[in-house]
């Protein structure tokens, strides 16, 4: 299944537009398959395996050394891990922002990206505007994003934020507990969750969100949960309560 | 995990090619710094805080470092028109002043501190038996910090660098070479760099400065069993080899802090090691981005792995230090003044809201 993946994300690099577009939607569906079925590569149904040999069949394109480079290219994985913790984290403006139970209101949002990263990662830096145009280009309803400063002071993250304005919130993880409770090791990492804040996709490293579609994230959801139901395997249980909510905060 | 764009085995190769450089070509080195002088230097810390706001605090690095073969740390002095105490952290023993100030309206401290140091430099042709580490001190220079952990990708990273490599000179260089030929000192990172080793591997970005760099010496030797140790300091004079991007360019120092590194060798003791400023030739020499058979470089790689030029301030080999008194988080490690107002901590990298100048005066010893 590794060479599935060495072939089909170098096109997903070079081949631009519409042939990536599609190749994307193949990825989120795999991505999302049941979880709890091993490494990325190896939980791709035989049915989306026979569908990649022909689209990299016909990509034949990507060069050996396209592969090499793209297999470092940014993809993003399933998690098949549990849920993740809960945290309260202050915003720049030191408004409380909780992820997770105690829950004071069902989340309306259909997809949370929980993104950790620092000022002085590059990577990070150059991610962030990908991501917010991804912000911009979704339904606020539909998609919530929370970004987390992980191990800065306050003013280091607000003279950044004053420079490279976003459009959702950055909390800030002063102490890392969080990212240590979410067991992030690098920056940037990026977990993608439902809307009962289960993840089901993430990153360690960074992504071009400029690929990430969310209505095409959904749909493959509900695959994945077709494709739950057609099988004997438990889905993992999670508390339906829990929510993303903001209170306190300077008056 | 992969390797990415780097490869390892690049390291063993050009370890070679120095190894079978022609003794005649390494005495033409332009770094080869040597003990024997000792010099002794003054440094003024000056910390203004910008907008007070509040209960004012600052802590200020002073120098704790005292090896006997290459640097003294005498006593510190400091004025302030707040209150100040010399307080030390208790695992690593750094030394810093607290000061303190209730509702000032210019806090003010300046901080006097007299060094000696001189070129360090260890012969790697003549192993003998150095000084046995002390079992803490294994202990403490072999575990993980914070932001240098010695599992998961680190130790990963350091297995496939150290191969089948038996002793631990071998291992040590390997990964000396590793760090040489795999990173990149990067001009835009601020400061020194936050030296978040896990980070950077996992990103496969492993460019940045001295604390970026060599704290990935330090966590890929201690993750392969070696002692190795951070130690953070600040330039104070031109480098007398004639290499710009080693040295400051004034009295004022403000922004020459840097770290070295050391790893114990129990045939030599410990040993100094500096890849970071292997990169940093590489980078600003003249005419700019050398490659690593520029004579320069090799002189440099040559020479920083095993030698140290006496023209830098040991301040400690801190991390994870609880500052007292201090609302915010643990503090990776101390090399630039801190300070903290009821608004939360400063940037210290900041000229906007928290100011401070360092100048270095050479005193006859």
Redesign the interface.
């Known amino acids: 299944m590794k060479g599935f993946c060495a072939a089909v994300v170098p096109c997903q690099k070079h081949a631009l537009t519409q042939s990536a577009r599609q190749l994307q939607i193949v990825t989120v569906a795999q991505a999302v398959a049941p979880a709890g079925r091993g490494s990325h590569f190896s939980s791709i149904t035989s049915a989306i395996f026979g569908f990649s040999l022909a689209l990299c069949a016909g990509f034949a394109c990507c060069s050996l050394a396209a592969k090499a480079a793209a297999i470092e290219s940014a993809k993003l994985t399933v998690w098949t891990g549990g849920s993740k913790p809960a945290f309260v984290l202050d915003d720049l403006d030191k408004t409380k922002v909780s992820f997770g139970p105690p829950a004071l209101e069902t989340s309306s949002h259909e997809v949370v990206i929980v993104h950790f990263f620092a000022t002085w990662c590059e990577p990070c830096r150059e991610e962030l505007p990908a991501l917010r145009r991804l912000a911009e280009r979704t339904d606020s309803r539909r998609l919530r994003v929370l970004t987390i400063s992980v191990g800065e002071v306050d003013a280091r993250v607000r003279n950044f934020a004053d420079k490279f304005p976003m459009n959702f919130p950055i909390l800030l993880d002063r102490d890392r507990t969080v990212a240590r409770a979410w067991n992030v090791s690098g920056l940037p990492t990026t977990f993608v969750l439902d809307r009962d804040l289960r993840p089901r996709l993430f990153i360690e490293r960074d992504y071009d969100w400029d690929q990430f579609d969310v209505p095409d994230f959904l749909k493959s959801l509900g695959s994945a949960k077709q494709s739950d139901a057609q099988t004997t395997r438990s889905v993992p249980t999670f508390d339906t309560t829990t929510t993303i909510t903001t209170t306190g905060g300077k008056p | 995990m ?1 390797f ?2 780097r490869d390892i085995l690049k390291a063993g190769a050009s370890m070679m090619a120095i190894a079978a450089m022609p003794r005649s070509a390494q005495a033409q080195a332009a770094f080869a710094p040597k003990p024997g002088a000792w010099r002794q230097f003054e440094i003024v810390t000056r910390l203004d805080i910008a907008r007070p706001e509040g209960k004012v605090q600052a802590w200020i690095p002073v120098p704790s470092v005292n090896e006997a073969d290459w640097f003294k740390s005498a006593v510190s002095n400091w004025t302030t028109n707040g209150a100040a105490s010399l307080k030390h952290d208790s695992k690593y023993k750094a030394g810093f002043v607290h000061a303190e100030w209730e509702g000032s309206q210019n806090p003010v401290i300046e901080v006097t501190s007299r060094i000696q140091t001189q070129d360090r430099s260890i012969d790697l042709d003549r192993p003998g038996k150095a000084a046995a580490l002390a079992d803490a001190d294994r202990k403490l220079y072999t575990e993980p910090t ?1 932001l240098i ?1 010695t599992g ?2 680190v130790k990963q990273t350091s297995d496939k660098i150290v191969g089948s490599a038996t002793t631990d000179m071998e291992k040590a260089r390997k990964i000396f070479d590793w760090v040489v030929e795999n990173s990149a000192r ?1 001009a ?3 400061g020194c ?2 030296g ?1 080793i ?8 492993l ?1 940045g400065k001295c604390a970026d760099l060599n704290a990935l010496y330090v966590g890929l030797a201690r993750a392969a069993g070696l002692p190795a140790r951070d130690v953070y300091g600040i330039r104070v004079a031109p480098s007398k080899f004639g290499y710009k991007s080693l040295g400051t360019g004034s009295a004022v120092i403000t922004k020459a802090q840097h770290c070295r590194a050391e790893v114990y060798l129990s045939e030599f003791g410990w040993v100094p090691v500096d890849p970071a400023d292997v990169r940093k030739v590489i980078l600003e020499e003249p005419p700019a981005n050398l490659t690593l058979d520029d004579p320069k470089v090799v002189a440099a790689r040559a020479g920083l792995f095993g030698s140290w030029e006496g023209n830098w301030l040991a301040y400690n080999f801190a991390h994870d230090i609880t500052l007292p008194g201090a609302k ?3 503090l ?1 490690f101390l090399m630039y003044p801190q300070a903290e107002t009821t ?5 210290c ?2 000229p906007d ?1 928290f100011k401070y100048t360092i100048v270095a005066k050479e005193l006859s010893v």
């Open positions: 992969t990415h764009r914070s952990p998961g990708i990067n835009s990172t601020r760099g936050i978040d896990a980070a950077m591997l996992t990103s496969d970005n460019t915010g988080p643990l990776e608004a939360g901590r400063l940037d990298l900041d809201t």
